[in-house]
């Protein structure tokens, strides 16, 4: 743990619209009050500012705009002390129908902040996944750790991985004072539709199946997306420069019993699914060992109870119907034309 914390008062957090990223800006307003929060966010169909609508004006700020805008990142990079950078195309499936833009958000976008960080010597948080490690053998209870060799399966975790090159590069050739988190799935409200979980919720609301790809074995380790933003805080805070950290809650659950725990809160016969097209190149199984951030860092998860984490999700997604409804049909017609 190093010894004296750095304490930014000026914060741009990327994609802070999106599902995790609004989750750290309310993070930050509720638990650090001295600092200021200017997100920068795209709006794509991803983003929604209701997100972050409510939070006190002179804390939060948006600007929406694209992380691949260099002028506008100079701008506002030059203003602050510390990026975090949550902004990205984020959905597998997505990235099989049409890399293009995750080429574009994933890895340009972090070129323009880096070289941003590096011009105006600020401090740099990027935010990646554990899919970049690629998968895991179901019959094997090995992990990954920060030594784990990059893998990745998918367009979306391979321009991921490229990012997180990137920034290893910019730390050691230019000294970019930058930290890496790869955190496992998230889960918890404000997801977008288009992933597991919510689309599966958000289904048995509407009286429709649940979809489940391939044998329906394949492992995430869920973690909820509080665990991520205070995991972040922490990183940011008193994490080692040119370090990464690996993010997991040991939340380790295969996507049928995540799916027959779904199934029962709505009081739904547990075979009450379909069965569809397997997604091409679906990584088997993801495993984090977190124990370097908690070993160095002091950093343990508050919600390790997932079956109480999931029925408060459930909850969400009934009492917030306004907020997913408008995506659910387009949502559902991408799915369909993918035969999924
Ligand atoms: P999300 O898709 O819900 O949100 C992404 C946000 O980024 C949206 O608000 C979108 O408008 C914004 N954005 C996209 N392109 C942009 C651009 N070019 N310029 C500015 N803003 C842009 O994603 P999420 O699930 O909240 O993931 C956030 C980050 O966390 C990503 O970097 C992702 O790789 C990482 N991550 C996600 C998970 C997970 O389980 N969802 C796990 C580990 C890491
Ligand atoms: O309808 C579905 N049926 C199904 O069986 C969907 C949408 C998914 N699945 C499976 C595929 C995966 O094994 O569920 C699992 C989870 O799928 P996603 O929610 O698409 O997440 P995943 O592909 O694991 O990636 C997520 O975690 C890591 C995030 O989307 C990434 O942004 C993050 O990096």
Same mark, same amino acid.
């Given at each position: 743990?190093?010894?004296?914390?750095?304490?930014?008062?000026?914060?741009?957090?990327?994609?802070?619209?999106?599902?995790?990223?609004?989750?750290?800006?309310?993070?930050?307003?509720?638990?650090?009050?001295?600092?200021?929060?200017?997100?920068?966010?795209?709006?794509?169909?991803?983003?929604?500012?209701?997100?972050?609508?409510?939070?006190?004006?002179?804390?939060?700020?948006?600007?929406?705009?694209?992380?691949?805008?260099?002028?506008?990142?100079?701008?506002?990079?030059?203003?602050?002390?510390?990026?975090?950078?949550?902004?990205?195309?984020?959905?597998?499936?997505?990235?099989?129908?049409?890399?293009?833009?995750?080429?574009?958000?994933?890895?340009?976008?972090?070129?323009?902040?880096?070289?941003?960080?590096?011009?105006?010597?600020?401090?740099?948080?990027?935010? &990646?996944?554990?899919?970049?490690?690629?998968?895991?053998?179901?019959?094997?209870?090995?992990?990954?750790?920060?030594?784990?060799?990059?893998?990745?399966?998918?367009?979306? &975790?391979?321009?991921?991985?490229?990012?997180?090159?990137?920034?290893?590069?910019?730390?050691?050739?230019?000294?970019?004072?930058?930290?890496?988190?790869?955190? &496992?799935?998230?889960?918890?409200?404000?997801?977008?539709?288009?992933?597991?979980?919510?689309?599966?919720?958000?289904?048995?609301?509407?009286?429709?199946?649940?979809?489940?790809?391939?044998?329906?074995?394949?492992?995430?380790?869920?973690?909820?997306?509080?665990?991520?933003?205070?995991?972040?805080?922490?990183?940011?805070?008193?994490?080692?420069?040119?370090?990464?950290?690996?993010?997991?809650?040991?939340?380790?659950?295969?996507?049928?019993?995540?799916?027959?725990?779904?199934?029962?809160?709505?009081?739904?016969?547990?075979?009450?699914?379909?069965?569809?097209?397997?997604?091409?190149?679906?990584?088997?199984?993801?495993?984090?060992?977190?124990?370097?951030?908690?070993?160095?860092?002091? %950093?343990?998860?508050?919600?390790?109870?997932?079956? &109480?984490?999931?029925?408060?999700?459930?909850?969400?997604?009934?009492?917030?119907?306004?907020? %997913?409804?408008?995506?659910?049909?387009?949502?559902?017609?991408?799915?369909?034309?993918?035969?999924?």
């Amino acid at each position: 743990m190093t010894d004296t914390a750095f304490e930014p008062r000026r914060i741009v957090v990327t994609g802070g619209c999106g599902f995790i990223g609004s989750n750290f800006v309310h993070h930050v307003v509720r638990e650090h009050p001295g600092v200021h929060v200017t997100v920068l966010d795209k709006l794509t169909y991803a983003g929604n500012p209701g997100n972050i609508a409510g939070l006190p004006a002179d804390r939060v700020e948006l600007v929406v705009g694209d992380i691949c805008d260099e002028g506008l990142v100079d701008r506002l990079v030059a203003d602050a002390d510390a990026v975090v950078h949550y902004a990205a195309e984020s959905h597998n499936d997505n990235s099989i129908a049409d890399p293009s833009p995750f080429l574009e958000t994933n890895v340009r976008g972090t070129y323009a902040l880096i070289e941003a960080c590096r011009r105006h010597d600020v401090r740099y948080h990027h935010v &990646s996944t554990d899919e970049v490690y690629g998968d895991l053998p179901l019959d094997d209870p090995a992990r990954f750790t920060e030594e784990t060799p990059y893998r990745p399966s998918s367009p979306y &975790s391979s321009t991921k991985a490229a990012s997180d090159m990137l920034v290893r590069a910019w730390v050691r050739t230019f000294g970019l004072a930058a930290t890496i988190s790869n955190c &496992s799935n998230n889960y918890g409200p404000y997801q977008h539709v288009e992933k597991f979980i919510p689309r599966q919720i958000t289904n048995l609301i509407d009286g429709v199946r649940p979809r489940l790809y391939g044998d329906g074995r394949n492992v995430r380790d869920w973690i909820h997306t509080e665990d991520h933003s205070s995991a972040v805080w922490c990183i940011l805070t008193r994490g080692r420069i040119g370090e990464t950290y690996l993010i997991g809650a040991d939340g380790e659950r295969d996507n049928l019993a995540v799916l027959r725990e779904i199934l029962r809160a709505f009081g739904r016969p547990e075979d009450d699914f379909d069965w569809v097209r397997d997604r091409p190149g679906h990584d088997r199984r993801y495993a984090i060992d977190s124990s370097k951030l908690r070993r160095e860092l002091g %950093w343990e998860p508050r919600h390790t109870d997932f079956a &109480s984490g999931l029925a408060e999700t459930i909850e969400w997604y009934r009492e917030n119907e306004p907020w %997913w409804r408008p995506a659910k049909e387009a949502t559902e017609a991408r799915y369909r034309a993918q035969g999924q």
